[in-house]
C-alpha cells in the first residue's frame, strides 16, 4: 500500500515524505525484504514505516554526516552525473590531500539543467580550481560537448575522466539504459568507447579506476 506522510515535524518542518508501506503484516515469503532511502532526521520514522511485517530491511541514509568528511576545501572541481560518486570522487580526492573547490552533480536523468560544458566557465573563472574531474556515463551528449568546448577555448584546466558501464557497448545492451535514466544509448555516439575517444582525442585523461583519479590528477597539474 502507498501513503504519504506529509509535514513531518521534529522541532520544525524537516521533510515532505512520500513512502511506500506495508499496512499489516504479511509473510515473508510475500515481502522478503525491503529498501529504505531517507534523511538523516526522518530515518526512524521511514525505517519504522518501511519494515513493518518485512524479514530484511536495509537503510540508506542520505546526506549523513560521514559525507561531510568527504569534502575539504581544495584545488579540484568535480562535476559528476551521480549524487553517490560525486561523494565518492570527492572523498578520494580529499584523502589524497587534494581536496575539493567545488562539487556539482549534475544528476543521470535524461533531462538536467546544466551540462558539462556549461559548467566550465564557471570553473575556468574560480582561481582555486587547478583540474577537473568528470565522473561519466553511456547515453547522452554531454561528453561530446564538453570535448568541443574545450578544444573551442583552449582550457587552462586539465580534466580527468572515469566512464562507468563499458558493459553497455555490448550490442543487446542497445537501447536500453541501467541505473540513471539518462543512460540509454540510442547509437555509437553514445556508447562508452566512443565518449572515452572523444575525451581522449580533447586531452581528457580517462582512467580505468575510480582510485587512479587523484595520481592522474597531481600528474596534470604538476605537468
Not at 537501447?175 to 547509437?187: D, Q, R
Request: contains cysteine.
Amino acid at each position: 500500500m502507498t501513503g504519504t506522510l506529509t509535514d513531518h515535524v521534529i522541532g520544525e518542518v524537516l521533510a515532505v515524505l512520500t513512502v511506500t508501506f506495508v499496512q499489516s503484516p504479511v509473510p515473508q515469503s510475500v515481502v522478503p525484504c525491503t529498501a529504505v532511502v531517507r534523511p538523516p532526521p526522518v530515518v526512524p520514522v521511514g525505517v519504522g514505516v518501511g519494515l513493518a511485517g518485512v524479514g530484511l530491511g536495509v537503510g540508506v541514509v542520505e546526506g549523513a554526516k560521514d559525507a561531510a568528511k568527504s569534502y575539504k576545501p581544495g584545488v579540484v572541481g568535480v562535476m559528476s552525473r551521480s549524487g553517490g560518486m560525486t561523494t565518492e570522487i570527492s572523498s578520494s580526492l580529499t584523502a589524497a590531500g587534494l581536496g575539493v573547490s567545488t562539487a556539482v552533480s549534475i544528476g543521470g536523468d535524461a533531462i538536467i539543467g546544466s551540462t558539462y560544458a556549461e559548467l566550465m566557465p564557471y570553473f575556468e573563472a574560480d582561481e582555486e580550481t587547478k583540474a577537473i574531474v568528470i565522473y561519466t556515463e553511456p547515453g547522452g551528449r554531454m561528453e561530446a560537448q564538453l570535448s568541443e568546448w574545450r578544444k573551442a577555448n583552449n582550457s587552462r584546466l586539465p580534466i580527468v575522466a572515469f566512464m562507468a558501464g563499458k558493459f553497455m557497448d555490448d550490442d543487446e545492451m542497445q537501447g536500453m539504459s541501467f541505473g540513471h535514466a539518462g543512460t540509454i544509448v540510442e547509437g555509437k555516439e553514445d556508447s562508452a568507447t566512443e565518449k572515452i575517444l572523444r575525451l581522449e582525442e580533447a586531452g581528457i585523461k580517462v582512467v580505468e579506476r575510480i582510485d587512479e583519479i587523484p595520481e592522474a590528477v597531481k600528474e596534470r597539474i604538476n605537468a
